[in-house]
């Protein structure tokens, strides 16, 4: 929601959506991209690695590496770096601060516990969608489903939403920069047809993932509007695809998501 008291914003003239040069801070900027080299695939990483992934100098990476180390962030053993369990503060501030997570959460435990089936949320961040607020209802029906988690956008009912609702030129260039790949047999990866999929999403309120990101893994997401009417967010309901057919999550579970839907409206 708006601050109406105008406080934190910035002067006449003073513009954020693009910062002079001068303003950014270089040295923050680069400590997290070597943060951010770090991921499942990339667990460990030495001074050379994360050189070349970050574009850094080995000096340069090293100094960056060395004082996250310091700090807590990473720990060194023998040639190789890792990331610690301090990083999680990062996200932890984001989910403690944050007004969405805060007010998603008791709501969709309402919705999950209603329907006896999982429930999530998610924003876009570039081409994938980030969980910010997760309940399971008793149903493990994924691990995704956790709040940090970050899975492709394409192949998520939350993601193919919040796509739906972004302009349909930007959607179509976040599709064909993500260069979609088949994580299932059930994956579409042809951009064309991914097209197709959003604009499905975006022409009947709601998107349908059949086993996409995982077998056995059917979902329902419909947009979390603020009290503008502007899509801030996404919300899922995940069954395990034995238990439920598509056109049954479509009768069973949709009223109640769009009941949520509208309350959420009016807090946001």
Same mark, same amino acid.
């Given at each position: 929601?708006?601050?109406?008291?105008?406080?934190?914003?910035?002067?006449? /003239?003073?513009?954020?959506?693009?910062?002079?040069? %001068? *303003?950014?801070?270089?040295? @923050?900027?680069k400590g997290l991209q070597v943060i951010e080299a770090f991921d499942q695939e990339?667990?460990?990483?030495?001074? +050379?690695?994360?050189?070349? @992934?970050?574009?850094?100098?080995?000096?340069?990476?090293?100094?960056?590496?060395?004082?996250?180390? #310091?700090?807590?962030?990473?720990? #060194?053993?023998?040639?190789?770096?890792? @990331?610690?369990?301090?990083?999680l503060r990062l996200g932890q501030s984001y989910l403690h601060s944050a007004r969405?997570?805060?007010?998603?959460?008791?709501?969709?435990?309402?919705?999950?516990?209603?329907?006896?089936?999982?429930?999530?949320? /998610?924003?876009? *961040? #570039?081409?994938?969608?980030?969980?910010?607020?997760?309940?399971? +209802?008793?149903?493990? !029906?994924?691990?995704?489903?956790?709040p940090g988690t970050r899975v492709p956008a394409y192949c998520t009912a939350n /993601?193919?939403?919040? =796509?739906?609702?972004?302009?349909?030129?930007?959607?179509? %260039?976040?599709?064909?920069?993500?260069?979609?790949?088949?994580?299932?047999?059930?994956?579409?990866?042809?951009?064309?047809?991914?097209?197709?999929?959003? +604009?499905?999403?975006?022409?009947?309120?709601?998107?349908?993932?059949?086993?996409?990101?995982?077998? /056995? =893994?059917?979902?329902?997401?419909?947009?979390?509007?603020?009290?503008?009417?502007?899509? !801030? +967010?996404?919300?899922?309901?995940?069954? #395990?695809?034995? %238990?439920?057919?598509?056109? *049954?999550?479509?009768?069973?579970?949709?009223?109640?998501?769009?009941?949520?839907?509208?309350?959420?409206?009016?807090?946001?």
């Amino acid at each position: 929601m708006a601050d109406s008291s105008g406080e934190g914003r910035p002067e006449h /003239g003073e513009g954020i959506d693009e910062p002079l040069k %001068r *303003d950014l801070v270089a040295g @923050l900027e680069k400590g997290l991209q070597v943060i951010e080299a770090f991921d499942q695939e990339r667990s460990r990483l030495t001074i +050379a690695e994360v050189a070349q @992934l970050t574009g850094l100098t080995r000096a340069a990476a090293r100094r960056y590496l060395i004082t996250l180390t #310091h700090l807590g962030y990473m720990r #060194h053993d023998n040639k190789t770096f890792s @990331l610690t369990p301090t990083v999680l503060r990062l996200g932890q501030s984001y989910l403690h601060s944050a007004r969405l997570p805060r007010i998603v959460q008791p709501l969709l435990y309402r919705l999950a516990y209603s329907l006896g089936e999982a429930a999530s949320c /998610g924003v876009l *961040d #570039h081409d994938q969608l980030v969980c910010v607020a997760a309940v399971s +209802a008793g149903q493990l !029906v994924s691990t995704t489903l956790q709040p940090g988690t970050r899975v492709p956008a394409y192949c998520t009912a939350n /993601g193919r939403v919040l =796509l739906a609702n972004l302009p349909p030129e930007e959607a179509e %260039r976040l599709l064909a920069r993500a260069r979609p790949e088949a994580i299932t047999a059930n994956t579409i990866t042809d951009v064309e047809r991914l097209a197709l999929e959003v +604009a499905r999403a975006r022409a009947q309120g709601y998107a349908l993932v059949d086993q996409e990101l995982e077998l /056995g =893994l059917r979902t329902m997401a419909v947009p979390v509007r603020n009290f503008r009417g502007e899509v !801030v +967010a996404a919300m899922n309901i995940s069954v #395990h695809a034995g %238990r439920m057919k598509l056109e *049954d999550m479509v009768e069973r579970c949709l009223p109640a998501m769009l009941k949520i839907q509208v309350e959420l409206g009016a807090l946001l």
